[in-house]
């Protein structure tokens, strides 16, 4: 088993989970071209993704879902109210599913995890091959008991470090925005971030990747320094995606 990410952000996420002849697509928020080219720079052919998976309707999470589905055929998967609030999109019909309940894609197994953010009917995911666990936790703006449940004992983690506090205080963000961002139903802080990881069974963990960094609003040292020290290791071993060149692929080792 292995990930990706396409890119991580507010211009644009996509990330690529691979295990035997399956591999999912979380979002896909760049035209067909960039998704095209940052599939490229990761040696996968678009014909090759199995299912395309959708966690909610903002625009840097589907703008380029509905098109790039079309072209090559591709099923997209998402909650009955992602799916009616992606209307907009061109996405006018998807393969639903149930946010309470496992299921299966190919060699990969799908938990939903439902999460606070201000969409219709917002997830995020753990995807397991029956060896290794992977959780994605991206726009969220708080934790729940759910969600702690759901992530204990991952082998890799993305998790979301969109903001530091004082930067969005002070940054350039309208109060408005500032609100939204900073509030139950916006996005993670690297201190909540931190603070997830702490009540975290994290003794397996082999990957942890800072995602959905803002680029006004934080910086890549501020987000691996609050997770190196909830974890107590180098600054070196947290990684952060990147909004223009994602992260390259991470493979899951068996006693990792």
Not at 224 to 248: P, S
Request: charged content about 20%; some cysteine.
């Amino acid at each position: 088993m292995r990930f990706a990410l396409l890119g991580s952000g507010s211009r644009g996420n996509a990330t690529l989970i691979q295990s035997g002849r399956t591999c999912l697509m979380v979002d896909c928020g760049f035209s067909v071209t960039e998704t095209n080219a940052r599939l490229a720079r990761l040696e996968i052919s678009p014909e090759s993704i199995s299912a395309l998976l959708i966690t909610h309707e903002h625009s840097d999470h589907v703008n380029g879902a509905a098109r790039f589905a079309s072209r090559y055929g591709i099923p997209i998967r998402c909650t009955n109210g992602t799916m009616a609030a992606c209307a907009k999109y061109g996405i006018e019909y998807a393969e639903t599913f149930d946010p309470q309940l496992e299921f299966e894609l190919g060699d990969l197994e799908v938990k939903p995890l439902t999460v606070p953010h201000d969409a219709r009917e917002p997830t995020q995911f753990v995807l397991t091959d029956g060896r290794h666990r992977l959780g994605i936790l991206t726009d969220t703006g708080s934790i729940t008991g759910h969600i702690r449940t759901s992530l204990s004992g991952c082998d890799a983690l993305i998790l979301e470090c969109n903001h530091d506090v004082t930067m969005l205080e002070n940054g350039p963000y309208p109060e408005q925005l500032k609100v939204r961002v900073g509030g139950p139903l916006g996005h993670l802080s690297n201190a909540q971030a931190a603070g997830l990881l702490e009540e975290l069974d994290c003794s397996g963990l082999q990957h942890l990747v800072a995602a959905h960094l803002s680029e006004k609003n934080n910086s890549p040292r501020l987000a691996r320094e609050a997770l190196a020290q909830a974890l107590n290791c180098e600054l070196d071993w947290i990684e952060h995606a990147t909004q223009d060149l994602g992260l390259g692929w991470r493979d899951l080792l068996p006693g990792g």
